[in-house]
């Protein structure tokens, strides 16, 4: 939701049943019903026990033979289907009132879900509407129950005009902003609740949905009445008459503050990693539990000169040194099935085509269970302590040669002295 380039003035709801308006009139009464994620009814307003005239137990044993015998096989499936998927679900049907007589309603089902994403129960609505199914009911709206479910459902809920101009808050937006109907209709006043960071871009993205009619969303934090801000994932779409024109903007606020707390400090905690992963002097990779590599460091390919894509995979061999990659291939593989940490020194090739000596290590990451999940490995570039090494081993080897025929020539002279002093 955000402000619209142009509004034209409605009158300001003034009264309670104004509130309830928001797309036409709701004097239907409401049967409210809760079901638990198996289906099982647990609860039955007052309403809905008198429409029926039976009581909570008899209901949630009984109510498949209120329904029509035409509808009922219809409305069965519909309702195990909407079990199955987790999706809010609307179904009109025949039902028995307590005085026998069969009547239209509309039947909406809102799954309530926990923190694992799974259904914990079901709010289901149901209207009513015969009357609306007459030819002098042709043009309401299908909306009886709007006020209710607005005020149900655990988003800040709102309307506006065609132009963006908000004709409609529910009770939560009060509570969370502490301002009243009266305060927030219209395009400025909820505006100012907006984080300054935020403003222009909610002006953007609102005016190319009003300009459009396509879908509205937006992710952007709005004050509360305790002065704090809140990430909100706000909505809306289109409502449009027989003619295709918008009439109305319906829209939701949602609360994904915690949600975006977590998804931003996992986004920083990403770039210390990413920051650290290319600051270490060390080329950097990280495969998955199959050795299959996915992940390199900056320097890996400033080093190779090679691109993400040549590198995927196994693709590493061919900047292997062709005299050790079947080796280094084996060596990997049997660390693959151990399931031990790697270890291995051959040559890799430069951008520049030159070959460099690396001591390559990599440790399996495993997760609660032990399975390994990923491989998390360095290759550290010794060429010159290899140099070092290899002239260490020639001098010491000069060394040992020159011992050899010191020690020769020695034995020689002494073997020609027991000679002289012989003679």
């Avoid at 999706?87 to 039902?95: P, S």
């Avoid at 301002?179 to 395009?187: H, R």
């Avoid at 009445?225 to 809140?230: E, F, L, V």
């Avoid at 998804?263 to 992963?277: G, I, N, V, Y």
């Amino acid at each position: 939701m955000a402000t619209s380039a142009s509004a034209t003035p409605v009158p300001t709801p003034g009264t309670s049943a104004d509130r309830s308006l928001p797309f036409g009139p709701a004097t239907a009464t409401v049967l409210l019903g809760i079901a638990d994620a198996t289906g099982a009814l647990v609860f039955a307003s007052p309403q809905l026990v008198q429409f029926t005239g039976l009581n909570l137990g008899q209901l949630s044993a009984e109510w498949v033979e209120l329904v029509h015998a035409q509808d009922r096989d219809r409305t069965a499936t519909q309702w195990q289907q909407a079990q199955a998927s987790g999706q809010t679900y609307q179904i009109e049907f025949r039902l028995r009132r307590h005085d026998g007589q069969y009547r239209w309603v509309r039947s909406t089902g809102y799954p309530q879900l926990n923190g694992q994403n799974q259904v914990q129960q079901w709010i289901i609505s149901t209207v009513d509407i015969e009357e609306l199914r007459g030819p002098e009911a042709a043009d309401s709206k299908p909306w009886a129950d709007f006020s209710f479910l607005a005020e149900l459902i655990p988003q800040l809920v709102w309307t506006t005009d065609p132009t963006g101009y908000h004709t409609y808050f529910n009770q939560r937006w009060t509570d969370y902003t502490g301002y009243t109907l009266a305060d927030s209709i219209g395009d400025e006043m909820w505006n100012n609740l907006l984080h300054p960071d935020d403003r222009q871009r909610a002006r953007q993205v609102w005016g190319h949905s009003l300009a459009t009619g396509e879908f509205y969303e937006i992710e952007y934090r709005f004050k509360s009445r305790q002065g704090d801000y809140r990430w909100f994932l706000g909505q809306a779409l289109p409502v449009r008459n027989e003619a295709g024109e918008i009439v109305k903007w319906f829209g939701t606020c949602t609360d994904i503050h915690d949600q975006k707390m977590q998804q931003l400090a996992l986004r920083k905690r990403e770039q210390d990693f990413m920051t650290l992963a290319n600051a270490i002097p060390q080329l950097a990779w990280m495969a998955d539990e199959t050795g299959s590599l996915f992940w390199y460091n900056d320097r890996w390919f400033r080093f190779t000169g090679t691109t993400h894509e040549q590198m995927m995979g196994w693709g590493w061999q061919s900047v292997q040194h062709p005299d050790y990659v079947e080796q280094v291939t084996a060596g990997w593989k049997q660390a693959l099935r151990n399931g031990e940490k790697w270890e291995d020194t051959f040559p890799l090739r430069r951008h520049d085509g030159e070959f460099r000596w690396f001591l390559s290590r990599a440790l399996p990451v495993r997760d609660e269970e032990g399975r390994i999940v990923r491989w998390c490995g360095t290759n550290t570039d010794i060429t010159e302590q290899k140099q070092l090494q290899d002239q260490l081993e020639r001098a010491y080897s000069d060394l040992e040669a020159k011992v050899m025929f010191r020690t020769l020539d020695l034995e020689r002279e002494v073997q020609e002295l027991r000679q002289r002093l012989g003679e």
